[in-house]
């Protein structure tokens, strides 16, 4: 009996706390994951507004488009982020413009600017989304 403790038991016990284990290592990865795809899109975002809202405080505006952004959204975002140059502001405005046209985005800027900020950057660059 000692022996199958061993042998099949010891590769049971080991089966049963991979199991345990695997799922809390998995959903860390993933987390990982995430923040990191947001961390680059939150760089693409701000890149374009930068590019495209000059002068203004892009955090507000970045924050609010992060938010509202789904995870495909999220992912092209990220990757725009890795072309690098002005490639950056070129690829994630199109994407940029999709989510702050949302109505919750929309909500999200007029919460969070200021009213001179906001006047700003409507004259600056809103009449082009």
């Keep these: 009996m000692a022996g199958l403790w061993h042998g099949r038991g010891a590769a049971r016990a080991g089966a049963i706390c ?3 284990v695997l799922p809390a290592c998995v959903a860390g990865g993933q987390a990982v994951m995430q923040e990191t795809t ?3 899109a939150r760089s693409a975002v ?8 000059p002068g203004v405080n892009v955090t507000p505006y970045t924050d609010c488009v992060i938010n509202n952004a ?8 990220a990757q725009a982020a890795s072309a690098g140059g002005q490639e950056i502001a070129t690829r994630a405005w199109p994407v940029v413009r999709t989510i702050a046209s949302r109505p919750e985005a929309t909500q999200c ?3 969070t600017l200021s009213a001179g900020g906001m006047l700003a950057a409507q004259g600056a660059a809103f009449g082009g989304l």
């Design 18 to 20: 991979l199991c345990l």
């Design 38 to 40: 947001r961390g680059l």
């Design 46 to 53: 701000n890149a374009a507004a930068q590019r495209y809202v």
């Design 70 to 77: 789904s995870t495909g959204e999220l992912i092209q975002l």
């Design 109 to 111: 800027f007029v919460t």
